[in-house]
Structure formats: C-alpha cells, structure tokens
C-alpha cells in the first residue's frame, strides 16, 4: 500500500508526482493562445484531447524504511509557491510568508522526502524574498541545516543558504533516521537525514 506524505494533504497531488514538471514548462505564449482549428473538435462535447501530451510516467515508487541506512542525495530542488497561492501571516503578525517545497531525492528505489520550514517572504513591492531556513527553529528544515552545521563545526547562524544548498547539490553522502511526523491529526513515516559523512 502507498504511503502518502503529508504534504500531500496541503498541495495538489499532481505537483509532487515528478518535480521536474514543476521547475519546467515548455508551453509558450502561442502555444497557450492556439486557435480552435489546430485542435481536433469532437462535436458538442467540446475539444478532443490530444493523447500525446498524456504524461508518460505512472506513480511515484511506494515510500520504504530507510532508518540507519546510507544514502547518496543525487538532486535537491527548491520549488517556490505558485503566484496565485495564499499568503499566511506570521505569529507576530508582522510579515507574510509562502511556504516552499524543499526535496531530498535519495539514490535508494528512487526515494525523495519533503522537509518543510523553508520559505518566502512578501517584499515591499509584493515579490518574492530570497528563500530561507530559521536558525536554531524546529522546523525540518532548520534542522537538517543544524545537521549540516555540526558537519562542519559551525553554527547555524555561520552557514549561508548558499553554502548550504551548494553543498546539497554536491551530491553527499548521509545517513537516514526514520521518524514518524503528525500532521492535521494524521501519522507519517519520514526518512530525514540524521548525519552526513564522507
């Protein structure tokens, strides 16, 4: 039986079958305002649906216990929130943030996992800032940035998101601890990673 990750609960299930589809969009402009006689018409019922744009993959692999196993992190994505999602309010009611999603892929049966914690906050001129990790929160991602921290012999606070994400991206080695996370009154298996090696 599949496993659901909590996030799941809170985004579109279609964004989290492959991240690739989320960080690419090969449609343009004329693609978007394509006239009716390029598409083939099925009567009343409306436009006929060309299957070659079908999406070739099927379901992701079922999530498996990784706990105390060593795994290399071949790819890390940061996906930023869509434009039209909604902003939240911070507890001190001072600023507003969206939340990104924040992907581990890990070379074992093509497992992933999701740490959250990482967002952006609303500008003056409405955009985007920067992504980022509370220091020291207990957040998930804030700590496997803590984990990344101690590799080094740091702080926190003394590694840059750009040292940190860098060295996601360098494909390291590490090892993963299970722990089961609660979320809106539901019990997940997590595979986070506890140490990094090498």
């Not at 589809?21 to 004329?30: A, G, I, L, N, P």
């Not at 006239?35 to 019922?45: A, M, P, T, V």
Request: glycine share 4%.
């Amino acid at each position: 039986m599949e496993e659901k990750n909590e996030f799941e609960e809170k985004y579109n299930k279609d964004e989290f079958d492959d991240a690739d589809d989320m960080v690419s969009d090969d449609s343009t402009e004329q693609d978007k305002n394509i006239s009716q006689e390029e598409l083939i018409s099925s009567g009343d019922s409306g436009l006929e649906y060309d299957i070659n744009k079908a999406p070739k993959r099927t379901k992701g692999p079922d999530k498996i216990d990784l706990d105390d196993k060593e795994v290399v992190i071949p790819e890390m994505k940061v996906i930023l929130p869509k434009p039209e999602s909604e902003w939240e309010t911070t507890k001190n009611k001072k600023f507003k943030y969206k939340s990104c999603q924040f992907i581990l892929f890990y070379d074992n049966d093509g497992q992933r996992e999701y740490y959250s914690g990482m967002k952006v906050f609303q500008r003056n001129d409405g955009k985007y800032s920067d992504p980022v990790i509370q220091n020291n929160a207990d957040t998930q991602a804030s700590k496997l940035k803590k984990v990344y921290a101690d590799y080094k012999g740091k702080k926190s606070e003394e590694v840059s998101m750009y040292e940190f994400l860098s060295f996601l991206k360098s494909k390291p080695k590490a090892l993963i601890k299970k722990e089961i996370v609660e979320y809106e009154k539901k019990k997940y298996n997590k595979n986070f990673v506890c140490k990094f090696l090498g």
